[in-house]
């Protein structure tokens, strides 16, 4: 299994700009694709984006598109995911997902990773 370590949350004002990592140690998520998901208080884990293991395909939840970029770097076993026009409704903790499935097949769900970190808090103030 992959052990990771999610890394950047914070609070922030509405409009500003966070950069999540998510380091993997152990076996590498190389070859199989990553992602991440947040979940808000009295509400289900949802997915936010997600990347091929080349980079190729990238998915995002309508609701981050054209404000969230995820990105990785194999050579550091790094997923990162840049969001910035942050909102207030996008406060929520953040996990990192490894292990996943080939993304040509589609938008990945939650069941479809093998591995978690244990999440990060983004709170953003109005």
């Known amino acids: 299994q992959v052990q990771l370590v999610e890394s950047g949350g914070g609070l922030v004002q509405a409009g500003g700009s966070l950069r999540l990592s998510c380091a993997a140690s152990?076996?590498?998520?190389?070859?199989?694709?990553a992602g991440w998901f947040r979940q808000a208080p009295g509400k289900e884990r949802e997915f936010v984006a997600a990347?091929?293991?080349?980079?190729?395909?990238?998915y995002y939840t309508d609701s981050v598109k054209g404000r969230f970029t995820i990105s990785r770097d194999n050579a550091k076993n790094t997923v990162y995911l840049q969001m910035n026009s942050l909102k207030p409704e996008d406060t929520a903790v953040y996990y990192c997902?490894?292990?996943?499935?080939?993304?040509?097949?589609?938008?990945?769900?939650?069941?479809?990773?093998?591995?978690w970190g244990h999440g990060t808090q983004v709170t953003v103030s109005s």
């Open positions: 990347i091929s293991w080349g980079s190729s395909f990238t």
């Open positions: 152990g076996r590498t998520f190389e070859a199989a694709s």
């Open positions: 997902a490894a292990e996943g499935p080939p993304l040509w097949r589609g938008v990945p769900s939650r069941p479809d990773f093998g591995s």
